[in-house]
């Protein structure tokens, strides 16, 4: 019985590296960093918003106006278009960004992404769909 245990434990931990590379390397394609920081309330779907609205053909399109979306606290009143320079300042730090930039204090949208390499995939993710 101990012998099967351990035979276990070993299988376990032999399958472990292959697993974690796997899922690493699933995450770290453009599909996989966007699902991974922003899919959670984002979908890039015309028309299908989730805890955060639709960012479908969201560059050009002026801030805090997705249809349908009824959430806007940060960007409610924002009088500027997206573009991939904003969008960079804006995911780096929602909070800092809206203070900025709207006549509000505080961004519905809390997460931010640390590192610009990530960023900058996110956002040529997002500009393709
Ligand atoms: C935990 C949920 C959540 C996550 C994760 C999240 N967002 Fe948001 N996002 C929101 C909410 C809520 C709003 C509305 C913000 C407001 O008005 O204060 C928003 C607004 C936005 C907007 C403004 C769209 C418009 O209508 O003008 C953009 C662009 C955006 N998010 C991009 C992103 C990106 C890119 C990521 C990933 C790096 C991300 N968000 C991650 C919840 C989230």
Request: proline share 5%.
């Amino acid at each position: 019985m101990k012998t099967l245990q351990i035979a276990a434990a070993l299988l376990c931990i032999s399958l472990l590296p292959n697993t974690a590379s796997a899922a690493a390397k699933a995450a770290s394609t453009p599909e996989g960093f966007f699902k991974k920081y922003c899919g959670t309330c984002h979908s890039l779907e015309a028309g299908k918003n989730k805890g955060g609205p639709s960012l479908a053909g969201i560059f050009g399109k002026k801030a805090g106006t997705v249809e349908g979306f009824k959430k806007y606290k940060g960007l409610k009143g924002a009088d500027f278009v997206w573009t991939p320079e904003n969008m960079d300042a804006f995911i780096t730090d929602p909070k800092k960004f809206v203070k900025a930039n709207t006549p509000n204090k505080k961004s519905g949208m809390m997460s931010k992404v640390k590192k610009a390499e990530v960023r900058a995939t996110i956002i040529e993710y997002m500009k393709a769909h």
